[in-house]
């Protein structure tokens, strides 16, 4: 059974940084294609970013130049470096494959706030 536990939010000022981390079990992690979504309050899920098993990777217009997606293999973990935050960016964050065809874990909050 596939398992996704995010982790690494919290509340930041403007301007700030965050890394969120996600670690996946029950799956060949290495062979698959991660991506990171993300859903502000009253709004659907997003998608964010994508980083392939091939290890080439895809960030929407918005966060392209502040946010990073990475992945260690050895791992099993799929990372979000965050930075210039802005309000806007103020949502639970979710990874999941790409698609998104296993289980939604429980996101971790990031808030952007002064």
């Known amino acids: 059974q596939v398992q996704l536990v995010e982790s690494g939010g919290g509340l930041v000022h403007p301007g700030g940084s965050l890394r969120l981390s996600c670690a996946a079990s029950g799956m060949d992690f290495s062979a698959s294609n991660m991506a990171w979504y993300r859903q502000a309050p009253g709004k659907e899920r997003e998608f964010l970013a994508a980083i392939l098993s091939s290890g080439a990777w895809h960030l929407i217009e918005p966060v392209k130049g502040r946010f990073t997606i990475s992945r260690d293999n050895a791992k099993n973990t799929v990372y979000l470096q965050m930075d210039s935050l802005a309000p806007e960016d103020t949502a639970v964050y979710y990874c999941?494959?790409?698609?998104?065809?296993?289980?939604w874990g429980q996101g971790t909050q990031v808030t952007v706030s002064s």
């Open positions: 999941n494959r790409l698609p998104p065809t296993a289980g």
